[in-house]
Nanobody, 124 residues
């Protein structure tokens, strides 16, 4: 069983920045694929970014490319999402997710472990 705990959400003005963190349990965190997803009210959960075990491969949704950066610190069992130039349409609950095998992919159903989510609200 893997437990994930997100933090770092909050209220920010458009154009501002936030950094989300996701702390994971498990002695083999360094082998996990990690992903960030988000869900706005009334919308389906959507992919934001993913990173492979080493951090050498990252994947982003087109809507966040150039603004968001995913990274990881395997010594701290933590993955981060640095969000810059935030827009009101980035407002959502952000979820951290992980899978133990496979590639850094965009499909939520491929990730069996999820955190509880953290709210990000961007005001205009």
């Amino acid at each position: 069983q893997v437990q994930l705990v997100e933090s770092g959400g909050g209220l920010v003005q458009a154009g501002g920045s936030l950094r989300l963190s996701c702390a994971a349990s498990g002695r083999t965190f360094s082998t996990y694929i990690m992903g960030w997803f988000r869900q706005a009210p009334g919308k389906e959960r959507e992919f934001v970014a993913a990173i492979n075990w080493s951090g050498g491969i990252t994947v982003y949704a087109d809507s966040v490319k150039g603004r968001f950066t995913i990274s990881r610190d395997n010594a701290k069992n933590t993955v981060y999402l640095q969000m810059n130039s935030l827009k009101p349409e980035d407002t959502a609950v952000y979820y951290c997710a992980t899978k133990k095998v496979g590639l850094a992919t965009m499909t939520p159903l491929e990730y069996p472990y999820w955190g509880q989510g953290t709210q990000v609200t961007v005001s205009s």
